[in-house]
């Protein structure tokens, strides 16, 4: 799959890069999609939260009332969830949210992601750039050049730069990553997917 490569002003070089078959031209796989975003959600849950229980909850453990002859319900200490300012029941306690994927299925979701965005035409490839210094207005003009302002978009650097990443930092809808670090769900998370020319052929190896 051929596809022209652009200069960060947006016009079209005399380059142009084969995509590979074998990772933007798969079958792509819905439910391999769909379990490998569950999965990196699921792994940013802090899963920190936590409800006092029976327990936890400050008060005495004196039985209230004797056992029979009162005429009401057996109670037991004033920490039984039925009363006010009691333990909550099962309520919810720290826990890792996180489950295990088999490789290969991570493989095949991040090849059906790239085979989607080169199917429906939403991949740019820039030739390698940097900027001489941190600044928002530099990515803001980039974007613009391609009429992307006020779409998601994914840049893939080949390498880390800070002064790209930095750049993008202040704007809400751009993100930029690695292309070791791609994964599924910012490539369907994005309108646009940028990639800087170098990046290509880590991605096509990791892949």
Known sequence: MKVAVHNITGKETTKKVDLSKGVFGVEPNDHAIYLDVKQHLAAQRSGTHKAKERGDVKGSRRKLRKQKGSGAARVGDIKNPLFRGGGRVFGPSPRNYDFKINKKVKRLARKSA????????????????????????????????????????????????????????????????????????DVMNANKLILMESSINIIEKNF
């Open 114 to 185: 790239l085979s989607y965005m080169a199917k429906d035409q939403n991949i740019i490839v820039l030739e390698d750039f940097t900027f001489d210094a941190p600044k928002t207005k530099s990515y803001t003009e980039l974007l613009s050049n391609f009429d992307l302002l006020d779409n998601k978009t994914v840049l893939v650097l080949a390498d880390s730069n800070k002064n790209i990443f930095l750049s993008s930092c202040n704007l809400q809808k751009a993100r930029v990553v690695l292309a070791s670090e791609l994964n599924t769900y």
